[in-house]
Each structure stands twice: as structure tokens, then as C-alpha cells.
């Protein structure tokens, strides 16, 4: 089982992975993590997120790990250090969005990206998943809100980790950063085609969740009925 969740920034993309995740026992990939971690070893590097050359060779020898803590908690390793806390710094948040638009820099994280999830069920949340990273994954999801409600969740989400947040110029970040994923050339933020969109304003987490899920099993049950439908024919042939 594979399950794509794409959207803008702040939509709830990863409470929704998570939660899903869990439900289904599969493994919870955050990609934008993986970015996040490449802008902090281009910051402390002191590497401009205008300079390609210094970031192309930067982010060939980078070693970026998404792991689980013993207490279940995704955990974000660079060069084997625990940067889980300091890459959601807005300092980070703002280098990350310039810099995940450098083909560079997108080449090196969607393979590895595959790789991870080439032999595993996952649930994988990004900006590309259902369009370039897990472009046959079994269920995509489009999560999106408006600019007003994602600014307000995630100045909450900032103000509990610690970030002074305000809540206007967060928003002002958001669509900004929208602006710009969606606006690269290569592998801008789009809804898949074939992918199934959330429009989360209204919804609860637990009521996003139950849907992801529910579209899951839904496929499952699919694959499990067709494969039992061709059994006679695959016998009496
Ligand atoms: O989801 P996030 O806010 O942690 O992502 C940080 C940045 O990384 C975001 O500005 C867009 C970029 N990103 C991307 O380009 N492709 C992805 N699959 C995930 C994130």
C-alpha cells in the first residue's frame, strides 16, 4: 500500500500522515523534512540558496535519514545528528522553499525518496508525491485549506514549539511560499489527476484521517475482490 498526500504549506498534511500511518501500521515518510534538512546544512555551510554550483555540491555527499525514536516519534537525522527541532526554524522554513526549487537539489531527495519506499507500505506527504515520487501510489490525496485557516493552524503549531508567530505574517509566509512551490519549473505543487481532493477547512483531523483511510481500504478490498474474481479463469486456464 502506498499513500501520496499533497498539498500547500500548513493544510495538516502530516497530523493526517501520521494518524494514517499509524491506523494502517505503514510507514510515515515526511519529505518535506528532507528538504528542510538540506536547507540547514546549506545554511550552516554559509552556501546562498542562489549559488547552484555551491549547492550542487553540497547536496551529493549530504546524508539525510528520516528515522523512529523509541517513544514512536518521526525523528530527522543529518549526518547522523538529530535536527528534528531545528529544522522548523522560520529561518529554515524560509531557505527551504527557494532551495527545494533547484532540480539539484529535487533529483538527489526524489531518489532517495523511491528508494525508501520501493520495498515498504508508506504513507508519504510532500508537494510531489502524486505526480513525480509515487506517481502509481494506491491512494493520492490533494489536502489543501484556505491561506486564512492553514496561517492560523500552523502560528498555533509555532507558538507551541516555542516561535513567536503572528498570525498575519505567517500568513503573508504561507502564500508566499505557495507562490513559489507552485510556480517552479520543475515538479511545481499540483493537485495529480487522478488524485482525490481535501478541502480541510471544515473537516476535523479524525474526519480527514477516516476518509484517507477509508479510500485505502477501499482499494484494498478492490485488489482483494478482482484477484478473486480471476481465480477461476487463472485455473481453468
Ligand atoms: O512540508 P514542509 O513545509 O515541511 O516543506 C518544506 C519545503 O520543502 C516547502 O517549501 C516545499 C518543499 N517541498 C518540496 O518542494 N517537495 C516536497 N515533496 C516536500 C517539500
Known sequence: ????????????????????ARRLDLTYVDTGAMYRAAALACIRAGVSVDDGAAIAALIGSLDIDLATA?????VVLLEGEDVTDAIRSPEVTRYASPLSAHSVVRRALVSQQKAMARHRDVVMEGRDIGTV????ADVKVFLTASASVRAARRARD??????AADV???????????????????????RADDAVEIVSDELTVDEVVDRVVEMA?????????????????????
Open 1 to 20: 500500500m502506498k499513500i501520496a498526500i499533497d498539498g500547500p504549506a500548513g493544510a495538516g498534511k502530516s497530523t493526517v500522515a501520521r494518524a494514517v
Open 70 to 74: 523509541s517513544d514512536g516519534r518521526p
Open 133 to 136: 515520487v509515487l506517481p502509481d
Open 158 to 163: 509555532l507558538a507551541e514549539a516555542g516561535h
Open 168 to 190: 498575519a505574517a505567517v500568513q503573508a509566509g504561507i502564500e508566499e511560499r505557495d507562490r513559489r512551490d507552485s510556480s517552479r519549473a520543475d515538479s511545481p505543487l499540483r
Open 217 to 237: 481500504l477501499a482499494k484494498t478490498e478492490g485488489t482483494r475482490q478482482s484477484t478473486s474474481r480471476r481465480m477461476p479463469t487463472e485455473r481453468a486456464a
